[in-house]
């Protein structure tokens, strides 16, 4: 039978997961692909760490040459993450021959479009379905079972880590440091979990999925991303009172030939389905013009998850279908299509907005009249009473509005900071309906 020679770039938390399934699923593996499919190096940084797995004597190496030279080796699994020294290492293996399979959507984000060019110039295949939610197969839907629509709208929790933590603070009341701690424990976290609960790691999933989904080359830079880090619990509690529930989403929505991006906290009514969402789970609501509705879900984050759909790209590579795909997707040539970046400031929305103030006279009318002076319509306010831990006369105010141009309402927020009755920082989210 022909033996497919595979090594991994990382033994950590995927890589180790990886190795488990190629060393104790043979059988199945065999079955799947009529190879042989055979783990011959394992790259690591620091040899004598103990490892998840236990891996066969002489794999481990730390040497990325013994990879490139190895003739045996068709395919390389780059899991180690970061994004200069595995961009080298890819483009390095690319040129040697080597098909590559990543998880690291750090890299794609950033150099997909000269990682893809050198993949199609060397005759080789780049496959990432574990980049984007992890084991939901989001990748394989969007490149191949939908591949009959224009997708004109995505709405998904994109990072585990993020929808944990908030998932802790809102049912266990877990303050946020114990929520992250946990999630770094369950290795659901980048080695820099910032990267989590800034917004960077959803947004680099939602830019790989605007190359896909629209074409779209959208640098990071390019649309806005807020993360979860300054969310108050607070916040959380007030809006359940609202009846919402606050997740981190990312989102695209195509409108003509303008595509707007972003990633924000949001509020989604209770009972949406991705409000439903929790803990490492990642959902992903795709509307196509043709199919109308989609919703995946599943485990975006953690070791097996995320291992099974690297070995599912494994496979692809083993029977062909990776390099078919490759191929015929011709993904980060350029920006395809005629679809253009809009800035997400002119995109419509709901928003929520809390704020503290003293209770005195005439507050309540100078804000109303900064949200009118931005034609920024209110549909509920809620004053609370003064809250113990606040000294003085100072009490939470909170106001869902109507449809606002994200711009106006940024304005509005912008002068009522001013305001000489204001405590503390602002606290705003557009609202989902
Ligand atoms: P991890 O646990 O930190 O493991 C990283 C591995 O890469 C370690 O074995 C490390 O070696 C090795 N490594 C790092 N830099 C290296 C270098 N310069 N040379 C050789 N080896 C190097 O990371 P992880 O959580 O498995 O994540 C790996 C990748 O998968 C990242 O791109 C991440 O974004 C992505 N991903 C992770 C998840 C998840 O749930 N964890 C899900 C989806 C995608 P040592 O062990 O010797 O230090
Ligand atoms: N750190 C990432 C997350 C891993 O929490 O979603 C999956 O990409």
Request: net charge negative; charged share 20%.
């Amino acid at each position: 039978m022909e033996t497919y020679g595979i090594g991994l770039i990382g033994c950590g938390t995927v890589g180790s997961g990886v190795a488990r399934i190629l060393l104790e699923h043979t059988e199945r593996l065999t079955a799947r692909t009529g190879k042989k499919l055979q783990l011959r190096r394992v790259l690591v940084r620091d040899p004598a760490k103990r490892r998840q797995v236990e891996l066969p004597p002489g794999l481990v190496t730390t040497r990325l040459e013994d990879l490139k030279t190895d003739p045996n080796i068709q395919v390389v699994a780059e899991l180690a993450g970061g994004v200069d020294w595995p961009r080298r290492a890819v483009l390095e293996l690319l040129e040697a021959g080597k098909d590559i399979v990543t998880a690291n959507k750090a890299l794609l984000a950033e150099h997909g479009a000269e990682l893809f060019d050198a993949g199609r110039r060397f005759g080789r295949a780049i496959a990432f379905e574990a980049s984007v939610a992890g084991g939901v197969p989001i990748i394989t839907a969007l490149t191949q079972s939908l591949a009959a629509n224009q997708i004109t709208a995505v709405q998904a929790i994109l990072n585990g880590t993020s929808n944990f933590i908030l998932t802790g603070m809102s049912e266990e009341n877990l303050p946020y440091r114990d929520a992250l701690a946990e999630a770094q424990r369950l290795g659901y976290a980048e080695a820099d979990p910032t990267l989590d609960v800034d917004g960077t790691d959803a947004a680099q999933k939602l830019a790989i999925l605007a190359q896909i989904a629209f074409g779209v080359n959208a640098r990071l830079d390019s649309f806005e991303r807020r993360g979860i880090a300054e969310i108050d619990s607070i916040d959380i509690q007030y809006a359940r009172e609202l009846g919402y529930t606050i997740k981190l989403l990312a989102e695209a929505w195509l409108s003509g030939r303008k595509l707007a991006l972003h990633v924000s906290p949001v509020l989604l009514r209770k009972h949406d389905p991705l409000a439903l969402v929790r803990g490492p789970y990642n959902a992903i609501h795709l509307v196509g013009d043709v199919v109308g509705d989609t919703l995946f879900y599943g485990r975006g984050a953690g070791q097996m998850p995320t291992a099974s759909a690297v070995v599912a790209d494994l496979i692809d590579m083993a029977v062909g279908r990776a390099h078919n795909t490759f191929r015929s997707l011709r993904l980060w040539c350029g920006n395809g299509g005629n679809i253009e970046l809009q800035p997400s400031s002119t995109v419509r929305s709901r928003f929520y907005l809390r704020m503290f103030v003293e209770d005195r006279p005439g507050v309540l009318a100078q804000i109303c009249t900064v949200l009118a002076n931005y034609r920024i319509s209110i549909t509920s306010l809620i004053q609370h009473e003064a809250l113990e831990d606040h000294e003085g006369d100072i009490v939470p105010l909170v106001i869902m509005t109507h449809t606002a141009s994200t711009a106006d309402f940024r304005a509005a927020v912008a002068d009522l900071a001013d305001l000489p009755f204001l405590r503390e920082t602002i606290a705003y989210y557009p609202v989902a309906d």
